[in-house]
């Protein structure tokens, strides 16, 4: 053991950093970005606001983002739920609203419940924070693999106590959505803990699926959590947010790092939220094509599970990892999320999604396993 490991918290050895394949390739369809670029109006507007802010540079940005908030609430309020400013948070993506309500909700001695297979930062950053993971199991009897019935949920969280509960809707790497009894069920089964539901992919949701905004009044353990990085076309920007009771946002200012909102962060924003409408512009374009990939891979005799995000996970492959080769051997880099005979593809472009589905049709037949039951895992 070298001398850094040593020195190295005991609970964080051997452990592997977060980090999806960052490669120079024709199609990268792995990260879940939006992969059209930023409108050329809108980019203006984003170098027209921060050189205004740029004389003001020597002096600290304002701690406490309030324009931002304001536009922040304005937009989530759109969704027919009324949203005030001072119920929302904000910070450097969702990682770090993530971040600070584990520093102040989790800690030693305290746990975190999540229901894998989720979003692999979950996990990561509960451990960064000293807090104890616990994972929560999918899959329903008669049902999906991937599916969370109120029935398994309220148990677990009942067993198992915890301190911060993690549910997604819609979920990363599945792509299923939750029913809102679920979320009130199992907000009601866990009396002692904060409810994060992280609606990330929200804005690509289906028709009729439910966001957890409207529960709001009324729980105060309640959070949901969103990001601009995937729908906004902002994954460069960093910034996410997150709605709660003005109590519990009061409460992250514990623990947030002084002026951790930079000006032209801000500043970049609300240039981009000034121009919501022409940012979700492409919102429709990738769910055709995330429904048109999940049509195609059914009929290449896959198995894609119905997304409400911008991704789709799809299975009965033989060996994932070969398969992911290949088809980077092709020129399409997907992605590998640990599951047995899955991987995961995000939805972009016309173009992109043609390409995909050109490599695995010209994947050779013992990639497939068409043996493999619908949902295993």
């Known amino acids: 053991m070298s001398v850094i490991e040593q020195l190295l918290r005991e609970d964080l050895r051997g452990r592997t950093a977060y980090g999806a394949p960052q490669l120079d390739v024709p199609v990268a369809l792995n990260t879940n970005e939006n992969s059209y670029a930023v409108p050329a109006a809108v980019v203006d507007e984003i170098v027209a606001a921060v050189a205004e802010v740029a004389s003001g540079l020597n002096r600290y940005p304002d701690r406490e983002f309030t324009d931002l908030r304001d536009d922040l609430a304005a937009y989530l309020s759109r ?33 975190a419940l999540g229901f894998t297979p989720a979003y692999s930062m979950h996990p990561i950053i509960t451990a960064t924070t000293g807090t104890s993971w ?15 019935s109120v029935e398994s949920a309220v148990a677990q969280a009942q067993a198992h106590d915890p301190h911060v509960v993690f549910l997604c809707s819609p979920n990363n ?7 809102l009894e679920v ?15 992280d609606e990330a992919y929200a804005e690509f949701a289906r028709p009729g699926t439910p966001s957890a905004l409207t529960l709001l009044p009324g729980r105060p353990r309640l959070v949901v959590t969103r990001t601009m990085s995937k729908a906004f076309a902002f994954a460069g920007g960093r910034l996410g947010y997150l709605a709660a009771d003005p109590e519990l946002v009061d ?11 930079s000006s032209p962060a ?14 979700l512009g492409t919102v429709d374009v990738i769910k055709a094509e995330r429904d048109r990939i999940v049509t195609a891979l059914a009929d290449l005799g896959l198995d894609p599970v119905p997304s409400d ?33 899955y991987l995961r593809v995000t939805a972009g472009t016309p173009a992109e999604t043609t390409a995909f589905l050109d490599a695995v049709a010209a994947l050779p037949p013992d990639h497939l396993r068409p043996e493999h039951p619908e949902g295993q895992s």
């Open 173 to 179: 790497p599945t792509g299923t959505a939750l029913t």
């Open 251 to 261: 409460a992250l200012r514990l623990v947030r790092m002084p002026y951790h909102l």
């Open 134 to 148: 616990v994972d929560g199991l999918r899959g329903v009897a008669g049902g999906g693999a991937f599916d969370l």
């Open 79 to 111: 969704s027919g739920t009324t949203v005030r400013p001072e119920q929302i948070w904000a910070g450097n993506g969702s990682n770090e609203v993530l971040l600070h309500l584990l520093q102040a909700f989790g800690g030693s001695g305290r746990t």
């Open 183 to 197: 979320v009130t069920a199992v907000h009601d089964a866990a009396p002692r803990a904060v409810i994060v539901v």
């Open 309 to 341: 995000a911008n991704f789709v996970l799809f299975g009965g492959l033989r060996d994932s990892r070969a398969t992911w080769q290949a088809l980077l051997d092709r020129g399409v880099l997907v992605r590998d999320v640990g599951i047995a005979h």
């Open 266 to 279: 801000q500043a970049i924003a609300r240039a981009t939220l000034l121009h919501a409408d022409a940012m």
